[in-house]
């Protein structure tokens, strides 16, 4: 059972670029979250999504990031016009779906090590 | 969300048993302890979780006393592969699903 996937690895922008991240869960995880960590940084909690939905962004800045996991496919997060300080890594992690007794861990990806130029 | 205290560093050597111990005062009834490691350009890797008194997995020991306001991950014979960052969270189960990491605790293993 593979683990979830980042694409790409590493990204290079230059300033004003936009910068696509992809994740896919886990087979059989319909919940995915997305992290940023600075140097030296613990991670930084950003968007939490299900299938369609985003169910937590409070996160996520209001301008230029953005962040979707449609029906099909992985799930996305976009951030338009970088600047420097987007520079970090981006981790995505999944769960499965709840479960009656609560409780779950989150599987986290590789991250794409962001660079902006 | 309560909020974790660790060390931000430790030492150790191979083969010793590695002791790190993280406070949370203000852990609610509702909340759990659950620790992630993670490796230089890796994601978090779940180690072990926990509400109260002992935990046991294969990679490690999770010891939390009655009041709860600290926890300790023991871990075992340490090994090189061990250097790591280890983070302490609190938590509810249920309701907002965010975790939320401080900055961790830098493990160095030396040979």
């Known amino acids: 059972n593979a683990g979830v996937m980042q694409n790409p690895r590493h990204l290079v922008r230059r300033r004003g670029q936009e910068a696509r991240l992809r994740c896919s869960p886990m087979?059989?995880?319909?919940?995915v979250y997305w992290y940023r960590q600075l140097p030296e940084e613990g991670l930084k909690f950003m968007v939490y999504?299900?299938?369609?939905?985003?169910?937590?962004e409070s996160g996520m800045p209001k301008e230029r990031f953005s962040a979707e996991f449609p029906k099909e496919g992985p799930s996305i997060l976009r951030i338009q016009q970088v600047v420097r300080g987007d520079s970090a890594a981006y981790f995505c992690a999944s769960s499965p779906r709840d479960r009656e007794y609560g409780g779950e861990t989150q599987y986290f990806g590789p991250g794409t090590r962001l660079l902006v130029l | 969300l309560a909020k974790t205290t660790q060390p931000i560093s430790m030492d150790s050597y191979e083969g010793q048993e590695v002791n790190i111990t993280c406070s949370h005062n203000?852990?609610?009834?509702?909340?759990?302890i659950t620790w992630y490691q993670q490796f230089p350009s890796q994601g978090p890797r779940f180690i072990i979780q926990g509400y109260k008194t002992k935990v046991t997995n294969e990679v490690a020991s999770l010891f939390i006393p009655a009041d709860r306001k600290s926890s300790t991950l023991s871990l075992p014979r340490v090994s090189l592969s061990d250097t790591a960052v280890y983070y302490c969270l609190v938590g509810p189960f249920t309701g907002r699903r965010a975790l939320t990491f401080g900055s961790g605790t830098r493990l160095q293993v030396q040979p």
């Open positions: 087979k059989g995880h319909s919940h």
């Open positions: 999504l299900q299938k369609e939905n985003i169910i937590d």
């Open positions: 203000n852990i609610a009834t509702n909340d759990y």
